[in-house]
């Protein structure tokens, strides 16, 4: 089992004007918190959590449990400092859920109302119970789900980091199976958007990037009444990997039987192959003597050594055009960035790029037709990414 298509998406909603939300999508880990508190403190406590995620690699090595555990104390522990040594903090908290995918396991963390969900069959299958006050009530049985729905208190939360110096973190593990999808979301999507819209979305849309993107767009419909933020990942099989591994093997077998569909044969076959490997060799008759074969192995190790150098070269001519080219993109705050770099992802989450400037810009302070011209992707020099970013900082940031 691996990780498959996975993406993000966070968005102040229509009535707020901050953005409380955080999420982090740095895949095989993935995380949405909600932060709250006033003035900034949200935002704060929120981010904080998600650059726990990113950056305490202490807990790397841990079992998939006890890591999520170790990195949201940290978060916990971090808001929690914060907020006492700065009395505009005090009193900032957020909700944490998270997801680490091992093997074909999803493991998840979390505390306060911020969920998780698995898609599983066209069934929308909640995974997380909220820690709040409707979500007490409505297990005890006091409250039905759809009383709970309308509750007037429906978010207000019974646990969240930085409010003790320890937080009670619910961890669950779950097997995933090829095709399951994961959804993790904050209220602002649960509470705007009912249990078949989500399903609806998700079953028409094309990617998991326009999945995300018309969720938050259905919460706005709804009301936007709340920061919205969803992250999205799929488990799929490894079916691939073991397709363009047995093909090979089996011509190379030259039966012409073509039972590639038999992974175990194919397997089995596998040393026989790898004896008489030899009697490929197209000029096997005449025994070479040693010199000659020396001869060979020297042309060779030059051939070799000459393509060595010349992807070397090739490397070093694209490092130094990439240091030396810069774009404007938005990171996963929302913040207007300059990248220095190339655009592309070598693989999911190691990018030809890094962030040289952050702006207190705001992707969604833009109108999209401004956002389509400034994230137009057009390589340009450092200066020049400035002074296009500096036209829209200018009348955007107080
Ligand atoms: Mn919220």
């Not at 074909?104 to 306060?112: A, Y």
């Not at 070598?346 to 990018?351: D, F, M, V």
């Not at 057009?378 to 200066?383: A, F, N, P």
Request: hydrophobic letters at 40%; charged letters at 25%; a negative charge.
């Amino acid at each position: 089992m691996r990780l498959g298509e996975s993406a993000g998406r966070t968005h102040p909603g229509k009535v707020r004007r901050r953005n409380e939300d955080s999420y982090v999508l740095d895949p095989p880990l993935f995380a949405v918190a909600d932060g709250m508190g006033g003035a900034q403190a949200g935002e704060v406590a929120s981010r904080l959590t998600a650059a726990a995620f990113r950056e305490f690699h202490e807990a790397d090595r841990l079992p998939p449990d006890e890591r999520l555990q170790a990195i949201i104390q940290e978060a916990n522990r971090r808001i929690y400092d914060r907020a006492h040594a700065d009395s505009d903090f005090s009193g900032m908290g957020t909700t944490v859920t998270a997801a680490l995918l091992t093997g074909g396991r999803v493991t998840i963390g979390h505390v306060g109302d911020s969920r998780a969900y698995r898609i599983r069959n066209g069934e929308l299958e909640q995974l997380t119970d909220d820690h709040s006050l409707v979500g007490d009530l409505m297990r005890s049985g006091r409250l039905t789900p759809e009383e709970a729905d309308a509750h007037p208190q429906r978010s207000v939360i019974t646990r969240a980091l930085g409010t003790d110096p320890d937080v009670d973190v619910d961890t669950l593990a779950i097997e995933g199976e090829p095709g399951d999808l994961f959804l993790l979301c904050s209220d602002g999507l649960t509470t705007m958007v009912a249990d078949d819209d989500i399903l609806g979305i998700l079953d028409a849309a094309p990617t998991l990037d326009d999945a995300a993107r018309a969720l938050v767009r259905a919460a706005n419909t709804g009301g936007g009444e709340d920061n919205v933020t969803v992250v999205l990942f799929r488990v799929e099989g490894d079916e691939h990997v073991e397709e363009t591994l047995a093909a090979p093997l089996a011509a190379a077998e030259g039966n012409g039987q073509g039972d590639t569909n038999d992974l175990e044969d194919t397997l089995t076959d596998l040393q026989p192959v790898a004896a008489p490997a030899p009697a490929l060799d197209p000029s096997p008759s005449p025994p070479r003597s040693p010199r000659r074969k020396r001869r060979r192995w020297a042309r060779r190790l030059f051939v070799v050594l000459l393509v060595l150098g010349f992807v070397a070269l090739l490397l070093g001519g694209a490092l130094y055009g990439i240091s030396r080219a810069y774009f404007v993109g938005a990171d996963e705050q929302g913040n207007v960035v300059i990248y220095q770099g190339v655009p592309f992802d070598l693989t999911e989450g190691t990018g030809l790029y890094r962030a040289r400037y952050v702006s207190r810009l705001q992707a969604s302070q833009l109108s999209e037709e401004e956002r389509a011209s400034l994230f137009d992707h057009e390589l340009v020099s450092y200066d020049r990414a400035r002074a296009r970013v500096a036209v829209y900082e200018a009348e955007a940031v107080p």
